[in-house]
């Protein structure tokens, strides 16, 4: 069956560039997160939608970083100006909904600004 | 704010040996645990879980038990393989949050023949 998916898998990036980085959740999972994942490191949480509602951004590091789900499926999360420190892997997770239900993850995106 | 503490990695063991990965938190309430396990090349996968106090996760030979007086999660297996080689994420997911987890730093385990 059909996991999360992500896409690109690699970016390279020239800082000052603006990315995209694109999730697509499992089918009928209402909840989606992104987490941040610098080399060596656990993911970091950066923000959470149930359904098309961000209901949680407080992990966002900058305004620079911005997430939509405009449809309640998709997300994509944009990062303008790319700096070196955003070079990371960026994973997205979906479930069914909050608690108790399992975030599954995606493969991840990995970023690098050169 | 939530926070995880696991052993340092990377961590050698012959095929056969026991595993213990430390794990240790610092929440209010009383968070949910969770150990997830990422094989090479692959996505984060979840291993095990416990919800309250006392509560033993298990799933493919590895356990884990809550442990709330010491704020404890271990991760032990009695005998591993080299399939086992990966890296482990200790996390939980908070009392108040109802969404987030927060993860440690993971640990490498490399399995020799």
């Known amino acids: 069956g059909a996991g999360v998916s992500q896409s690109p898998r690699y970016k390279v990036a020239k800082r000052g560039q603006d990315v995209a980085l694109r999730c697509d959740p499992i089918?009928?999972?209402?909840?989606l997160f992104w987490y941040q994942q610098a080399l060596g490191q656990g993911p970091e949480f950066l923000t959470y939608?149930?359904?098309?509602?961000?209901?949680?951004k407080s992990g966002l590091p900058s305004d620079r970083f911005f997430a939509e789900r405009p449809e309640g499926s998709v997300s994509t999360l944009k990062i303008q100006r790319t700096q070196q420190e955003d070079s990371a892997v960026y994973l997205c997770?979906?479930?069914?909904?909050?608690?108790?239900?399992?975030?599954?993850f995606g493969p991840g995106t990995r970023l690098t600004v050169l | 704010g939530d926070s995880v503490t696991q052993m340092e990695g990377p961590v050698t063991l012959s095929e056969e040996a026991f595993l213990t990965i430390n794990c240790t938190y610092t929440a209010t309430g009383y968070p949910s645990l969770f150990w997830y396990v990422q094989y090479p090349g692959e996505g984060l996968q979840l291993l095990l879980k416990?919800?309250?106090?006392?509560d033993k996760g298990s799933n493919k030979g590895f356990e884990a038990t809550y442990r709330k007086e010491t704020t404890s999660f271990h991760l032990e297996k009695g005998s591993v393989q080299v399939s086992d080689s990966a890296v482990y994420f200790c996390a939980l997911r908070g009392a108040g949050t109802a969404s987030k987890l927060t993860f440690g730093t993971g640990t490498r385990l490399q399995v020799t023949l």
């Open positions: 997770a979906s479930s069914l909904g909050g608690v108790p239900h399992e975030q599954f």
């Open positions: 089918s009928g999972h209402v909840s």
């Open positions: 416990a919800t309250k106090a006392d």
């Open positions: 939608f149930q359904n098309e509602a961000q209901l949680d």
